[in-house]
């Protein structure tokens, strides 16, 4: 049973940046392991994951402002935002699987809220 704790989330203006973490509490080198987040009222929305290979995914909405990465020493995976957006204001979770494929169905965290404002 793998346990996931997000943390590093808070409260930043347009444009500014945050770098959220997720600490697993075994060995994760061989899991695929992803972002998701939820907004109020909205349904929960696939981030970016990265497989055990290092292959990164990226919703588009995302794409150039953010950064997935693991420190596999560390068993830690992060989530690097740039360029904020009031639209990113969102719970964002961590999870984890043996495969992509099947993360949504894996081990997940009980999140970090991230809060973006004008």
């Known amino acids: 049973q793998v346990q996931l704790v997000e943390s590093g989330g808070g409260s930043v203006q347009a444009g500014g940046s945050l770098r959220v973490s997720c600490a697993a509490s075994?060995?994760?080198?061989?899991?695929?392991m992803g972002w998701f987040r939820q907004a109020s009222g909205k349904e929960r929305e696939g981030v970016a994951t990265i497989d055990r290979y290092g292959s990164t995914t990226y919703v588009d909405s995302v794409k150039g402002r953010f950064t997935i990465s693991k420190d596999n020493a560390k068993n830690t995976l992060y989530l690097q935002m740039n360029s904020l957006k009031p639209e990113d204001t969102a719970m964002y979770y961590c999870?984890?699987?043996?495969?992509?494929?099947?993360?949504?169905?894996?081990?997940w965290g009980q999140g970090t809220q991230v809060i973006v404002s004008i």
């Open positions: 075994e060995y994760t080198s061989d899991y695929c």
């Open positions: 999870a984890a699987a043996g495969s992509c494929r099947y993360l949504i169905g894996g081990y």
